[in-house]
């Protein structure tokens, strides 16, 4: 397994800059500054856990309230919500071929999702 690669907090180091897909072992290390902020989606609820799509397009959430919420990579802009458990998410895990996205909840409780998330 390659070490996780991190950015310096230098102008020089903002080049080498590579998007979330080339930095899957710490992709929040991709991210640029100057485009940080926040987004809300419809439904307000704390955010457990999140995890980039293997193609690093989309960003899920996991939230408080057991919902998944779809945000794009591009612009952050919210997408979509799903129902996804009862109990509170607490965990989101992509299997190692990006095929299924693994969810946990506050109960116990594992589910797997295609990566289309029906």
Same mark, same amino acid.
């Given at each position: 397994m390659? /070490?996780?690669? $991190?950015?310096?907090?230098s102008a020089d180091a903002a080049v080498e800059m590579l998007p979330p !897909? =080339? $930095?899957?072992s710490n992709a929040a290390g991709s991210a640029c500054t100057r485009f940080v902020h926040s987004a809300l989606n419809k439904d307000r609820s704390s955010v457990n856990a999140g995890a980039w799509f293997?193609? =690093?397009?989309r960003l899920i959430t996991? !939230? #408080?309230? &057991?919902?998944f919420t779809l945000w !794009? =990579?591009?612009s #952050?802009? #919210?997408?979509?919500?799903q129902q996804a458990?009862?109990?509170?998410l607490h965990a989101l895990c992509w299997s190692r071929g990006g095929e299924w996205l693994l969810s946990g909840d506050g109960g116990g409780l594992v589910k797997y999702w295609q &990566? /289309?998330?029906?």
């Open positions: 390659d /070490a996780p690669y $991190t950015l310096d907090a !897909s =080339g $930095t899957r293997p193609d =690093g397009r996991a !939230s #408080f309230n &057991g919902m !794009s =990579g591009f #952050f802009n #919210f997408e979509a919500n458990h009862e109990e509170p &990566g /289309a998330l029906d």
